[in-house]
Protein backbone atom coordinates (compact mmCIF):
# COMPACT_ATOMS: atom_id res chain seq x y z
CA UNK A 1 0.00 0.00 0.00
CA UNK A 2 2.71 2.73 0.86
CA UNK A 3 4.44 1.51 -2.55
CA UNK A 4 1.34 2.22 -3.69
CA UNK A 5 0.63 5.25 -2.74
CA UNK A 6 4.51 6.36 -3.35
CA UNK A 7 3.84 5.70 -7.32
CA UNK A 8 0.82 6.59 -7.38
CA UNK A 9 2.37 10.30 -5.95
CA UNK A 10 5.11 10.31 -8.69
CA UNK A 11 2.82 8.68 -11.56
CA UNK A 12 -0.66 9.72 -10.75
CA UNK A 13 -3.51 7.83 -12.00
CA UNK A 14 -5.39 9.21 -14.93
CA UNK A 15 -9.07 8.83 -15.66
CA UNK A 16 -9.27 6.37 -18.51
CA UNK A 17 -11.78 8.86 -20.35
CA UNK A 18 -10.78 12.26 -19.91
CA UNK A 19 -7.10 11.78 -19.20
CA UNK A 20 -7.66 14.19 -15.97
CA UNK A 21 -5.62 12.78 -13.00
CA UNK A 22 -6.71 11.34 -9.91
CA UNK A 23 -8.37 8.29 -10.38
CA UNK A 24 -8.74 5.36 -13.35
CA UNK A 25 -12.07 6.26 -13.72
CA UNK A 26 -13.79 9.54 -12.67
CA UNK A 27 -17.43 9.67 -11.79
CA UNK A 28 -18.29 11.59 -14.81
CA UNK A 29 -16.82 9.66 -17.51
CA UNK A 30 -18.31 6.34 -15.37
CA UNK A 31 -21.87 7.25 -16.88
CA UNK A 32 -20.33 7.51 -20.26
CA UNK A 33 -20.12 3.55 -20.17
CA UNK A 34 -22.59 1.85 -22.34
CA UNK A 35 -23.83 -1.85 -22.05
CA UNK A 36 -22.74 -3.80 -25.57
CA UNK A 37 -25.08 -5.06 -28.48
CA UNK A 38 -27.06 -8.14 -27.25
CA UNK A 39 -25.36 -10.88 -29.11
CA UNK A 40 -25.36 -15.02 -28.68
CA UNK A 41 -23.11 -16.51 -26.75
CA UNK A 42 -19.99 -19.01 -28.63
CA UNK A 43 -20.75 -22.83 -29.12
CA UNK A 44 -20.37 -24.67 -25.80
CA UNK A 45 -20.87 -21.66 -23.11
CA UNK A 46 -24.01 -21.70 -21.78
CA UNK A 47 -24.75 -18.19 -20.52
CA UNK A 48 -22.35 -14.78 -21.66
CA UNK A 49 -22.59 -12.24 -19.84
CA UNK A 50 -20.62 -8.98 -21.77
CA UNK A 51 -20.72 -6.03 -19.71
CA UNK A 52 -19.34 -2.91 -21.85
CA UNK A 53 -19.50 -1.94 -25.13
CA UNK A 54 -15.85 -1.94 -25.98
CA UNK A 55 -15.43 2.10 -26.73
CA UNK A 56 -14.47 4.97 -25.36
CA UNK A 57 -13.31 4.64 -21.27
CA UNK A 58 -14.01 0.95 -21.54
CA UNK A 59 -11.64 -0.11 -24.00
CA UNK A 60 -9.17 2.59 -22.53
CA UNK A 61 -9.37 0.38 -19.48
CA UNK A 62 -8.93 -2.57 -21.13
CA UNK A 63 -6.19 -1.45 -23.59
CA UNK A 64 -3.91 -0.22 -20.56
CA UNK A 65 -3.90 -3.26 -19.24
CA UNK A 66 -3.38 -5.31 -21.88
CA UNK A 67 -0.89 -3.32 -23.63
CA UNK A 68 0.45 -0.80 -20.95
CA UNK A 69 0.50 -3.29 -18.13
CA UNK A 70 -1.80 -0.91 -16.06
CA UNK A 71 -3.19 -3.30 -12.95
CA UNK A 72 -4.98 -1.02 -11.38
CA UNK A 73 -7.38 -0.55 -14.68
CA UNK A 74 -8.49 -4.20 -13.94
CA UNK A 75 -9.82 -3.29 -10.40
CA UNK A 76 -12.20 -1.06 -11.76
CA UNK A 77 -13.49 -3.53 -14.60
CA UNK A 78 -13.79 -7.01 -11.67
CA UNK A 79 -16.22 -4.25 -10.19
CA UNK A 80 -18.61 -3.63 -12.92
CA UNK A 81 -17.93 -7.29 -13.91
CA UNK A 82 -18.83 -8.82 -10.45
CA UNK A 83 -21.55 -6.12 -9.92
CA UNK A 84 -23.50 -6.87 -13.67
CA UNK A 85 -22.70 -10.57 -12.94
CA UNK A 86 -24.73 -10.25 -9.94
CA UNK A 87 -27.91 -8.55 -11.86
CA UNK A 88 -27.58 -10.54 -14.70
CA UNK A 89 -26.56 -14.51 -13.89
CA UNK A 90 -28.78 -16.68 -13.78
CA UNK A 91 -29.76 -19.17 -10.48
CA UNK A 92 -26.76 -21.47 -11.18
CA UNK A 93 -24.37 -20.50 -8.82
CA UNK A 94 -20.80 -22.03 -10.36
CA UNK A 95 -18.51 -24.22 -8.35
CA UNK A 96 -15.24 -22.01 -9.65
CA UNK A 97 -13.93 -19.05 -11.36
CA UNK A 98 -11.28 -19.37 -14.26
CA UNK A 99 -9.85 -17.64 -17.55
CA UNK A 100 -8.15 -18.37 -20.33
CA UNK A 101 -4.61 -18.53 -19.97
CA UNK A 102 -2.89 -15.62 -22.41
CA UNK A 103 0.70 -16.95 -23.71
CA UNK A 104 3.70 -17.17 -21.77
CA UNK A 105 5.22 -14.52 -23.82
CA UNK A 106 2.36 -12.00 -23.02
CA UNK A 107 2.40 -13.22 -19.55
CA UNK A 108 5.79 -12.49 -19.40
CA UNK A 109 6.17 -9.27 -20.59
CA UNK A 110 3.08 -7.86 -19.29
CA UNK A 111 4.10 -9.23 -15.93
CA UNK A 112 0.86 -10.47 -15.06
CA UNK A 113 -2.35 -12.23 -17.47
CA UNK A 114 -5.14 -9.76 -17.22
CA UNK A 115 -7.82 -12.76 -17.03
CA UNK A 116 -6.30 -14.49 -14.42
CA UNK A 117 -6.68 -10.97 -12.50
CA UNK A 118 -9.58 -10.04 -13.51
CA UNK A 119 -10.60 -13.81 -12.51
CA UNK A 120 -9.08 -13.57 -8.67
CA UNK A 121 -11.00 -9.95 -8.79
CA UNK A 122 -14.92 -10.97 -9.77
CA UNK A 123 -14.48 -14.63 -7.49
CA UNK A 124 -13.46 -12.43 -4.80
CA UNK A 125 -16.02 -9.79 -4.85
CA UNK A 126 -18.78 -12.83 -5.37
CA UNK A 127 -17.42 -15.03 -2.49
CA UNK A 128 -16.32 -17.81 -5.08
CA UNK A 129 -13.15 -19.63 -5.50
CA UNK A 130 -10.58 -19.23 -8.49
CA UNK A 131 -8.19 -21.38 -9.79
CA UNK A 132 -6.06 -22.35 -13.37
CA UNK A 133 -7.94 -24.95 -14.70
CA UNK A 134 -6.14 -24.53 -18.16
CA UNK A 135 -3.20 -24.93 -20.18
CA UNK A 136 -2.71 -23.13 -23.10
CA UNK A 137 -1.74 -24.97 -26.40
CA UNK A 138 1.50 -22.98 -28.56
CA UNK A 139 0.00 -20.52 -30.46
CA UNK A 140 -0.37 -16.85 -31.28
CA UNK A 141 -2.25 -14.61 -28.86
CA UNK A 142 -5.72 -14.17 -30.42
CA UNK A 143 -5.15 -10.14 -30.88
CA UNK A 144 -2.69 -10.87 -33.95
CA UNK A 145 -4.57 -13.14 -35.76
CA UNK A 146 -7.14 -12.78 -38.52
CA UNK A 147 -10.71 -12.76 -37.08
CA UNK A 148 -11.58 -16.24 -39.58
CA UNK A 149 -8.36 -17.43 -37.29
CA UNK A 150 -9.94 -16.02 -34.11
CA UNK A 151 -13.14 -17.88 -34.59
CA UNK A 152 -10.80 -20.95 -34.33
CA UNK A 153 -9.79 -19.87 -31.28
CA UNK A 154 -6.55 -20.90 -29.50
CA UNK A 155 -6.15 -24.49 -28.21
CA UNK A 156 -6.71 -25.49 -24.59
CA UNK A 157 -6.35 -28.47 -22.71
CA UNK A 158 -7.65 -28.82 -18.65
CA UNK A 159 -4.63 -29.29 -16.37
CA UNK A 160 -6.38 -30.21 -13.31
CA UNK A 161 -10.14 -31.82 -11.98
CA UNK A 162 -12.71 -29.60 -13.42
CA UNK A 163 -15.93 -29.00 -11.29
CA UNK A 164 -19.34 -29.04 -12.39
CA UNK A 165 -19.79 -25.49 -12.97
CA UNK A 166 -17.32 -22.92 -14.11
CA UNK A 167 -17.33 -19.08 -14.79
CA UNK A 168 -14.87 -18.47 -17.53
CA UNK A 169 -13.52 -14.80 -17.38
CA UNK A 170 -12.23 -13.26 -19.96
CA UNK A 171 -11.34 -9.25 -20.44
CA UNK A 172 -12.60 -8.76 -24.01
CA UNK A 173 -14.73 -11.31 -26.30
CA UNK A 174 -14.40 -10.47 -30.18
CA UNK A 175 -15.10 -13.56 -31.95
CA UNK A 176 -16.32 -15.84 -29.14
CA UNK A 177 -12.91 -18.38 -30.35
CA UNK A 178 -11.41 -18.05 -26.70
CA UNK A 179 -14.19 -18.04 -24.63
CA UNK A 180 -15.76 -21.37 -27.21
CA UNK A 181 -12.27 -23.09 -26.87
CA UNK A 182 -12.17 -22.88 -23.16
CA UNK A 183 -15.63 -24.05 -22.70
CA UNK A 184 -14.76 -27.13 -24.95
CA UNK A 185 -11.39 -27.86 -22.55
CA UNK A 186 -13.65 -27.28 -19.80
CA UNK A 187 -16.04 -29.80 -21.11
CA UNK A 188 -13.91 -32.23 -21.81
CA UNK A 189 -12.19 -32.12 -18.37
CA UNK A 190 -15.53 -32.77 -16.52
CA UNK A 191 -17.72 -29.21 -16.37
CA UNK A 192 -21.24 -29.45 -17.85
CA UNK A 193 -22.67 -26.26 -17.15
CA UNK A 194 -19.91 -23.38 -18.48
CA UNK A 195 -20.96 -19.75 -18.25
CA UNK A 196 -18.63 -16.84 -19.33
CA UNK A 197 -18.44 -13.29 -18.30
CA UNK A 198 -16.65 -10.56 -19.79
CA UNK A 199 -15.56 -7.17 -18.87
CA UNK A 200 -16.28 -5.66 -23.06
CA UNK A 201 -17.42 -7.37 -26.29
CA UNK A 202 -15.87 -5.78 -29.30
CA UNK A 203 -17.87 -6.11 -32.66
CA UNK A 204 -15.43 -6.36 -35.59
CA UNK A 205 -16.29 -3.90 -38.65
CA UNK A 206 -18.99 -5.31 -41.03
CA UNK A 207 -16.90 -6.93 -43.94
CA UNK A 208 -17.73 -5.61 -47.43
CA UNK A 209 -19.87 -8.35 -49.24
CA UNK A 210 -20.08 -8.35 -52.93
CA UNK A 211 -23.49 -7.79 -53.73
CA UNK A 212 -25.81 -4.87 -52.74
CA UNK A 213 -28.77 -5.20 -50.04
CA UNK A 214 -26.85 -7.83 -47.90
CA UNK A 215 -25.89 -6.77 -44.33
CA UNK A 216 -22.50 -8.23 -43.53
CA UNK A 217 -21.58 -10.40 -40.81
CA UNK A 218 -19.78 -8.25 -37.96
CA UNK A 219 -17.91 -11.38 -37.28
CA UNK A 220 -19.18 -11.92 -33.29
ZN1 LIG B 1 -12.94 11.10 -16.67
Do not use: I
Not at 34 to 43: H, N, V, Y
Not at 149 to 173: M, N
Amino acid sequence: MLLGALLAGVFPLRCAGCRLPGAVLCERCATTLTAPDPAPAPAGVDVLVACLAHRGAARELVARAKYHGERASLGVLAVVMAATWECRAGTVRPDVVTFPPTTPERRRARGFDQAEVLAEGVAARLGLPSARLLRRGPGPAQASRSAAERRGGPSFRAQAPVPPRVLVVDDVCTTGGTLGAAAAALRTGGAHHVVGLVATRRQLAPRPLKGAGRTADPGV
